[in-house]
């Protein structure tokens, strides 16, 4: 693992889920959100069971963006930081999900330390050696990448970006399939 919990060391084989595709018209780049396959699954259950009683909720304007918090979904409560605060609505990173969410403080209460000492079960990449070329993607490229969510890969770790985590992937068997249709036209 990199020197930071939870991450790869570059130039190391990882095996993943990926949840789910972003492509990215302006940059060119195929992000991933993906699970990476580590043996923690007992952990995150015992971890998503303990912040269902959360500690405190907030009282009224708490919480500064980059803090770490709950936040309550659907009678569901999440690991989260803070992005913003805007009067009433603060935007919040679902840590285990990889996404933003927009809520009130209202759904919001703080954690015990220990509820953040996982990993996020879900860690953001971008695809190595795989590009759009010219205006975006093709139909059949993007509907292949589409295609990915849920499904396993094995694939090499070729650098961690730090401050922000994201890891470049390499999944040969994508490379390939994409590759291919490269010299089909």
Not at 86 to 104: A, K, M, P, R, Y
Request: proline share 6%; glycine share 6%; with cysteine.
């Amino acid at each position: 693992m990199c020197s930071i919990p939870g991450l790869p060391m570059p130039q190391s084989e990882a095996s993943v889920v990926i949840a789910r595709v972003n492509l990215n018209p302006t940059c060119h780049l195929v992000q991933l959100w993906v699970r990476m396959e580590g043996g923690h699954k007992h952990s995150y259950e015992k971890m998503r069971d303990e912040i269902q009683t959360p500690d405190r909720k907030f009282c009224g304007p708490e919480g500064k963006p980059e803090d770490l918090c709950l936040v309550r979904i659907s009678d569901t409560w999440h690991r989260a930081r803070i992005v913003s605060v805007q009067s009433e609505t603060c935007s919040v990173f679902l840590i285990d999900q990889g996404q933003l969410h927009d809520t009130t403080s209202e759904a919001l209460a703080w954690a015990q330390k220990e509820s953040f000492v996982l990993p996020p079960e879900i860690e953001s990449c971008i695809l190595a050696n795989v590009l759009s070329v010219g205006n975006g993607w093709s139909e059949k490229a993007t509907e292949f990448l589409y295609s990915l969510p849920g499904k396993n890969f094995t694939g090499v770790v070729e650098h961690v970006l730090m401050p922000d985590r994201i890891i470049l992937l390499d999944l040969p068997l994508v490379s390939t399939h994409m590759l291919s249709w490269m010299h089909r036209l």
